[in-house]
C-alpha cells in the first residue's frame, strides 16, 4: 500500500523526511527540468531545489515553507550523474545513477544542463557516505 501511495503522490520518500532541510531558503541551486515519472514513464517540467545533500521537485517555482514535494532524491544514495542525449536520443538529457535505478532529466540548454551536473556531481562528493572522516588520510602529516 505504501508503494501505492508513493506512485500516486509522487514521493519517493516518507513525507516530510526532509532531515530537517529548509529547502524553501538560500538552496545551492534550483531551477526548471523535465523530469521522467518513476512509474509512469511520461515527461512532466518540475521546478527542483538542491539543498544540502537533497534534490527536491514542485510543480511551480514559488516554494515556500508550506510547499508540498512531489518527491526528493538524496544524492548520497546516487553513484553518478552524466549526460543522456545518446540514450534517450534528447537534446540536453542527463541521467542520475543509484544502485537500483537510473532517473533521467532534460535541461533547458546545453549550459543549464552542465551547471546541473557539476552541481549535483559536487553535492553526491560532499555527502558521499563511502568516506567517513576516519578514513581520510591527511598525507601532510605523515611527512617527516
Not at 517540467?45 to 515553507?65: A, E, I, M, N, P
Not at 542527463?94 to 533521467?104: A, G, H, I, P, Q
Not at 549535483?120 to 578514513?135: A, K, L, N
Amino acid at each position: 500500500m505504501a508503494s501505492l501511495w508513493r506512485a500516486a503522490t509522487g514521493l519517493t520518500e516518507k513525507p516530510n523526511d526532509y532531515d530537517g532541510v529548509e529547502f524553501w531558503s538560500n538552496p545551492e541551486r534550483t531551477g526548471w527540468l523535465t523530469k521522467q515519472g518513476e512509474y509512469i514513464k511520461t515527461w512532466r517540467r518540475r521546478w527542483f531545489v538542491l539543498k544540502q545533500g537533497k534534490l527536491f521537485w514542485f510543480k511551480d517555482s514559488t516554494v515556500t515553507r508550506a510547499s508540498r514535494t512531489r518527491g526528493v532524491i538524496p544524492v548520497a544514495s546516487c553513484l553518478t550523474v552524466k549526460g543522456a542525449e545518446d540514450v534517450l536520443n534528447k537534446q540536453y538529457a542527463f541521467e542520475l545513477s543509484t544502485r537500483s535505478e537510473t532517473m533521467y532529466f532534460i535541461a533547458d540548454s546545453e549550459k543549464e544542463k552542465e551547471d546541473w551536473i557539476n552541481s549535483i556531481g559536487r553535492s553526491i562528493v560532499q555527502h558521499s557516505r563511502s568516506v567517513t572522516d576516519s578514513e581520510v588520510v591527511d598525507y601532510d602529516s605523515k611527512k617527516e
